[in-house]
C-alpha cells in the first residue's frame, strides 16, 4: 500500500529536521556519525542513552551539543559519591511565610537531563532517576509531579574497571534505552579536532536548529511507524534467545523487547521509512539490549562480552521471510 500523503510529510519534515540536529552535533563531535544517528534514534523513540568510555573521548561533548541543539529547557548533574538523591529530584522545603512546604524542583525537571559521570554516585543516588525515566514523574512526600515532554536522560560513566566508580544497579540499567562507546577518534578526525577545538570550543558557536515542539511532533510521527506481526515476532525471538542461550545468566527483560520495537521504529523513521523491517531491529540488537545481560561464568572465562553473544545471536535467530518487498510483505503497510 503508498505511503499516505499526510505521513509522506511526516517522514519528510522528520528526515529535514533530523538532518539539521545531526548536522549540529557533528560541527561539534568529528568522525562519529553512527554514534550521532543512535543517539537521535534514543531521543526519537523516547528513550534514554548511556554513553560508556574512557575519560577524554567526548562523551559529555556529544550529550551537551544534542541539548544545545534542541532549544528547550536542559540540566546537567554532576554525580559524585556525596551526591544525594534530593539533590536530582528536588525538596520540599518550608515557607515560613505561607506556612506550608513548597516544592522546590530539583535538575530532573527538564527536557533533557546530563548525567555526568552517573557511576560515581552512590547506588541510592543512582535509583533517584529509576521513577523518572521510567514513568516520566517524580514522587516527593507523597506528592507526585510530572515531567515535560520529550524527557531524556543521557548519562555518562567510566568503565567499571576505573577507580572510584560503582556498578550501576540492574535495574537501572535495564531503562536506559541503548548503550554507546563513543571509541577513539580516526586519526583524520583527530587532527581536524585539533583544527577545530584548539582555538575554541565549538560548543560556544553551537546555536539550537529545533524547538521542543518540532521533537514532539518528530515523536508523534515515530509512533505511527508500523510494525508488522512478523517484526514484533522477530522482535520476541531475538529477546528470548538471550534469555535460552548458556552464554548468560541474566537475559533481557520484556521492557527491552518494547524498547527494541519503540527504537526501531524511530531507526525507519530516520530512513524515510514509514514500517519497521528486520534490519532496523538487527542494526540495534547490539546498543540495545547488550548492556542489560550478565554473561555466564563460562563466558566470561572465554572472555566472550555481551555484546559479542547477541551479535552471534542476530546471525542465528531467522528472520521473517521477504521484508518490505512487495504486497503483503512484513515490512509493507496493509
Known amino acids: 500500500m503508498a505511503v499516505s500523503h499526510d505521513v509522506g510529510h511526516q517522514l519528510e519534515d522528520l528526515v529535514s529536521t533530523a538532518h539539521r540536529i545531526r548536522h549540529a552535533i557533528e560541527s561539534v563531535i568529528?568522525?562519529?556519525?553512527?554514534?550521532?544517528?543512535?543517539?537521535?534514534?534514543?531521543l526519537l523513540a523516547e528513550g534514554h542513552l548511556l554513553i560508556e568510555d574512557v575519560p577524554g573521548v567526548g562523551k559529555t561533548m556529544l550529550a551537551k551539543a544534542l541539548a544545545r541543539s534542541?532549544?528547550?529547557p536542559v540540566r546537567r548533574v554532576q554525580f559524585t559519591p556525596d551526591l544525594l538523591p534530593s539533590d536530582i529530584t528536588g525538596v520540599s522545603a518550608y515557607n515560613q511565610q505561607t506556612r506550608e512546604f513548597e516544592f522546590k524542583p530539583g535538575p530532573v525537571f527538564a527536557n533533557i537531563v546530563v548525567g555526568d559521570e552517573i557511576n560515581r554516585a552512590s547506588p541510592k543516588t543512582q535509583s533517584a532517576l529509576l521513577?523518572?525515566?521510567?514513568?516520566?514523574?517524580?514522587?516527593?512526600?507523597g506528592a507526585t509531579y510530572r515531567l515535560d515532554t520529550p524527557f531524556m536522560v543521557i548519562a555518562t560513566q567510566n568503565p567499571i574497571e576505573m577507580e572510584g566508580t560503582y556498578p550501576l544497579p540492574e535495574a537501572q540499567r535495564d531503562r536506559f534505552?541503548?548503550?554507546i562507546a563513543m571509541g577513539y577518534p580516526e586519526p583524520a578526525a583527530e587532527l581536524e579536532m585539533l583544527d577545530v577545538h584548539g582555538a575554541a570550543s565549538p560548543l560556544d558557536k553551537l546555536e539550537p536548529v529545533a524547538t521542543t515542539a518540532e521533537v514532539r511532533a518528530l515523536i508523534e510521527a515515530v509512533r505511527a511507524v508500523f510494525v508488522a506481526p512478523p517484526i514484533k515476532k522477530y522482535a520476541i525471538d531475538?529477546?528470548?534467545?538471550?534469555?535460552?542461550t548458556p552464554d548468560l545468566r541474566l537475559g533481557a527483560s520484556p521492557r527491552s523487547t518494547l524498547q527494541l520495537v519503540r527504537a526501531g521504529r524511530a531507526h525507519a523513521a530516520l530512513a524515510g521509512r514509514d514500517y519497521v523491517i528486520p534490519d532496523d531491529l538487527q542494526d540495534l540488537a547490539v546498543p540495545?539490549?547488550?548492556?542489560?545481560?550478565?554473561?555466564?561464568?563460562?563466558?566470561?572465562?572465554?572472555r566472550r562480552h555481551p555484546e559479542q553473544v547477541v551479535a552471534d545471536l542476530v546471525r542465528r535467530v531467522p528472520v521473517p521471510d521477504a521484508p518490505g518487498r512487495g504486497p503483503g510483505g512484513v515490512g509493507t503497510r496493509r
Open 288 to 302: 540495545v539490549l547488550a548492556h542489560r545481560l550478565l554473561p555466564s561464568v563460562e563466558a566470561q572465562g572465554q
Open 30 to 42: 568529528e568522525g562519529k556519525a553512527d554514534v550521532v544517528r543512535l543517539t537521535l534514534t534514543v
Open 70 to 72: 534542541i532549544d528547550c
Open 177 to 179: 534505552t541503548a548503550r
Open 131 to 141: 521513577e523518572c525515566m521510567e514513568e516520566h514523574q517524580v514522587t516527593v512526600d
Open 238 to 244: 531475538l529477546v528470548t534467545a538471550t534469555r535460552q
